[in-house]
């Protein structure tokens, strides 16, 4: 499905891709070009490059720039200078991605609340703004996983339907209800926890994707969200957590708790979809992002986040 696809860092290939991949699997008597093709694919998404020694230029571009560039390529519809950055530098940026994102939605807060916008269309342009800079792609996921999940079906059959490009009532349902709660979770966002809030729920959110393909294990046996699951290694989440829990830390007490609904929320979600399915897929990793947010900014209004007077 969409979520999958958007794993190409390069975005344009993603569906000839898989088709090559495919057409390989099955093999008697692919020709040259299409083996070749297949094999330049699996380098771009999968791997870094090899060869004796590398190219000069290849380790150049190794670097932390290329990694952000990369996260920011794949997760936003955010501008980034032209180039092919190779995805498994990204991975542990997802969170830094985020905090950017969140940074971006209280400027937009401080700029509506200046203009007097009322408070309910505030809020309703703030979720907007979000999906619109990530070009819905986490949102695309949660309505592929809500699709599959919620049928009565094996979890092979499962794999299937999320790869279907038609959305199905579950899909819809599961989306109108994530957007309904964050907009009211948004609204009633106490104003001094506004700002904190805003900026932390989309950076937990990807740490929650780091964290998910971290620990569970992937799918399918091939497919295009595996170059994230492969990149996801506990070194590389160790370095993701180092700015999210960092910020929670600076938030004191409610971003601490914010944290620990994050783990917690996210880790109940994989082991759940683990019972449903063979195991998770990008789609997955999407639907836990969308969550996570929603559970961070409704944790503003819980008794265990105090509402400071005003």
């Known amino acids: 499905m969409t979520h999958d696809a958007r794993a190409d860092p390069s975005r344009a290939n993603a569906t000839p891709g898989e088709d090559l991949l495919a057409d390989a699997s099955r093999g008697a008597g692919g020709d040259t070009r299409e083996r070749a093709n297949v094999s330049q694919q699996e380098d771009v998404l999968a791997k870094p490059s090899s060869g004796a020694g590398g190219d000069t230029r290849e380790r150049a571009r190794a670097s932390p720039l290329e990694g952000f560039l990369a996260a920011l390529q794949f997760l936003t519809r955010l501008p980034v200078p032209e180039g092919v950055y190779r995805f498994e530098t990204s991975v542990a940026w997802f969170p830094v991605v985020g905090l950017l994102l969140g940074g971006v939605l209280a400027l937009a807060d401080l700029g509506l609340r200046a203009l007097a916008v009322a408070p309910l269309v505030e809020s309703t342009l703030l979720v907007v703004l979000l999906l619109a800079m990530t ?100 070194k590389a989440l160790a370095i993701a957590s180092i700015l999210p829990l960092a910020a929670c830390a600076v938030v004191g007490p409610p971003g601490l708790a914010a944290g620990a609904l994050t783990a917690v929320t996210a880790l109940g979600l994989g082991r759940w979809l683990m019972r449903l399915l063979p195991g998770l897929t990008g789609d997955c990793y999407g639907a836990a992002c969308e969550v996570v947010e929603t559970v961070v900014w409704l944790s503003g209004g819980l008794v265990l986040l105090p509402r400071p007077s005003v």
């Open 135 to 234: 070009g819905a792609l986490h949102a695309d996921g949660l309505m592929d996983t809500c699709d599959a999940v919620f049928c009565h079906a094996s979890p092979e059959r499962r794999l299937e339907i999320m790869r279907d490009p038609r959305a199905g009532a579950f899909g819809v349902v599961g989306l109108v209800c994530i957007v309904a709660l964050k907009i009211a979770a948004v609204n009633a966002l106490p104003s001094a926890l506004r700002p904190q809030l805003l900026t932390l729920a989309p950076g937990l959110g990807r740490w929650a994707i780091v964290l998910l393909a971290t620990i569970f294990p992937y799918g399918r046996a091939v497919g295009l969200g595996s170059p994230l699951k492969s990149a996801a290694t506990p």
